[in-house]
Nanobody, 120 residues
Framework: QVQLVESGGGLVQAGGSLRLSCAASGSIFSINAMDWYRQAPGKQREWVAA???????NYADSVKGRFTISRDNAKNTVYLQMNSLKPEDTAVYFC??????????????WGQGTQVTVSS
């Protein structure tokens, strides 16, 4: 059994910052790519940022230069530092990971989501 648990969401004013965390736990052998997605009310879930096991990163154009994804492999945790937040960043943020379990099977796992609200 593998779980992803996000934390760090909340309410912030435009221009402010938040740091999201997502910790993976359970029967983990290794973790490959880790991502953040977000879903605003009435919209489809969209990809935000990704980081490989080696630390290579990639970002959606809408957050490039404002958000930074990082990971601590020793803690099985991925972070999303969000700066210069805009009201349009308001959404539920989900982490996602490709994880190889101790039984050597790979699975795609999602966290439960954490709400980020940016007020104007």
């Amino acid at each position: 059994q593998v779980q992803l648990v996000e934390s760090g969401g909340g309410l912030v004013q435009a221009g402010g910052s938040l740091r999201l965390s997502c910790a993976a736990s359970g029967s983990i052998f290794s973790i490959n790519a880790m991502d953040w997605y977000r879903q605003a009310p009435g919209k489809q879930r969209e990809w935000v940022a990704a980081i490989t096991s080696g630390g290579s990163t990639n970002y959606a154009d809408s957050v490039k230069g404002r958000f930074t994804i990082s990971r601590d492999n020793a803690k099985n945790t991925v972070y999303l530092q969000m700066n210069s937040l805009k009201p349009e960043d308001t959404a539920v943020y989900f982490c996602h990971a490709l994880i190889i379990s101790t039984s050597r099977s790979q699975g795609s796992y999602w966290g439960q989501g954490t709400q980020v609200t940016v007020s104007s």
